[in-house]
């Protein structure tokens, strides 16, 4: 039974500009458009976004279908090739919420690996290596037996694991859910979540343990922390985690640091009637910036307020650069500028605390105004239901006046008596920040 292909209008009726597909040079015209218009929603730039929305719906007023006909069973051929034919099947979201995971990875306990048969296989449950998309005759394909390596003692893999989540979490993960067996051992196992936490925790740069850390004269000791309000040794936390190291992880509030948190934010911008105008409402632009944070272990906060869209900005945001590239040369390389006044281009230091109850705070002391020092206050939160602690909320934002860089040499004698002027700043049109991996980053670049 074959299906008939849909038909959409075309943009011309010239058929002698048709190519093989179809499609006249209009409509390929209108798939650009359409395409770049996606690209720049994705970036969170929607008034360039529905700019050219609308120059494609103008040449064709079904862009939207001939797009989706054509490139979406190429992106679910290349998915299905990538990740297996069932990687698109829909799931019943309603059931899968009702399995208990740490169940159903203890029953996976006992399971032995064992060669399966691709061509002949009569156990539902046995885990089968497809050979469709490798486009083999039958008659080629041999079962091969299963790997000695897999009948190493658990012991050596539980310490193969911990090798990948100290050098890669990425492979830890990868390797877990490959089978059974691996599942049982990354996912299962108390070892691997307390590495885990050991990796995480002792980064964080906590809020109730600074007075006893920059205060040498009371006698606390750091690599013998028992006075420390939260100890560094994560044992004696474990109590108030259920004594579980995966419960301490899911639920234990944290800053990530391999990537960095990003927040998009639009607002409407309403402009003035043209000359002569008879229109009955003024032009409205939607504007565009974003946000970005990235943390450093030592405490140190990267800041970046500026149009420029994530590919222009995470590259360069690192802890040696003051400065974001102003443009991008022929050849790949990054043109700065020399404008000292181009605060969208700045990248701002400063320090940044977590409580235990997950309240960040972030201090600017050399921020885009001179004598003010800016205080950020997020909260920490998870994004959906999966992505732990990648979500940063705002709570509040404000500055503090500070005496000015004369002031503090006793150039001026005079006392300042807004020192110490706290100013509120609204939050209500910003939008949360979320943690966007970045394999590039490294606790120390």
């Not at 079962?143 to 539980?158: A, F, G, K, N, R």
């Not at 310490?159 to 990425?170: D, G, K, M, R």
């Not at 110490?420 to 910003?430: H, K, L, P, Q």
Request: charged share 25%; proline share 5%.
């Amino acid at each position: 039974m074959s299906t008939a292909k849909p038909e959409y209008k075309s943009a011309s009726n010239n058929t002698d500009n048709e190519s093989s597909d179809g499609l006249s040079q209009l409509d390929k015209k209108a798939i650009a458009l359409f395409e770049d218009a996606v690209k720049k929603e994705a970036q969170g730039l929607m008034s360039d976004a529905v700019d050219l929305y609308r120059k494609a719906f103008r040449i064709n007023d079904q862009v939207d279908q001939i797009y989706r006909s054509i490139h979406l069973p190429t992106a679910l051929n290349k998915l299905q090739s990538e990740r297996g034919k069932n990687y698109i099947t829909r799931v019943d979201e309603h059931k899968v919420s009702k399995i208990n995971v740490d169940e159903l990875i203890a029953s996976f306990k006992d399971t032995e690996a064992h060669a399966p048969d691709p061509l002949n296989n009569e156990d539902p449950n046995a885990l089968v290596v497809k050979f469709t998309n490798l486009k083999l005759k039958q008659d080629t394909v041999i079962s091969y037996p299963v790997s000695h390596l897999v009948l190493l003692p658990e012991d050596i893999w539980i310490y193969i694991f911990e090798l990948l989540i100290h050098s890669s979490p990425e492979s830890w993960f990868s390797m877990a859910i490959s089978c059974k067996r691996f599942a049982y051992l990354g996912f299962g196992k108390s070892t691997i979540w307390r590495e885990l936490c050991k990796q995480v925790y002792p980064r964080q740069v906590y809020e109730e343990n600074q007075y006893y850390l920059q205060n040498p004269s009371l006698g606390t000791d750091i690599n013998d922390d028992d006075e420390l309000p939260i100890p560094i040794n994560q044992l004696r936390i474990l109590p108030q985690y259920k004594n579980s190291w995966k419960f301490m992880l899911q639920n234990r509030p944290f800053v990530k640091f391999l990537g960095c948190y990003i927040s998009v934010v639009n607002y409407y911008s309403e402009g003035g009637k043209a000359e002569f105008s008879n229109a009955w409402s003024n032009p409205v632009k939607t504007i565009t910036y974003y946000r970005y944070l990235r943390f450093y272990p030592d405490g140190l906060v990267l800041k970046v307020l500026t149009v420029l869209p994530p590919d222009g900005v995470i590259p360069y945001l690192s802890r040696l650069h003051e400065n974001l590239p102003a443009s991008i040369s022929e050849l790949g390389k990054p043109i700065y500028s020399h404008d000292e006044n181009r605060n969208s281009h700045k990248i701002y230091h400063g320090k940044w605390t977590i409580s235990s109850d997950g309240e960040v705070h972030i201090i600017i002391e050399n921020g885009s105004v001179e004598y003010l020092t800016f205080h950020y206050w997020f909260k920490v939160k998870t994004l959906g239901h999966i992505n732990k602690h990648a979500k940063l909320s705002w709570i509040k934002y404000n500055s503090v006046r500070k005496p000015i860089s004369g002031e503090q040499n006793g150039e001026d004698q005079e006392e300042d008596d807004r020192i110490g002027e706290i100013m509120e700043f609204s939050i209500r049109n910003e939008k949360p920040f979320k943690f966007s991996r970045v394999k590039s980053y490294t606790l120390t670049n």
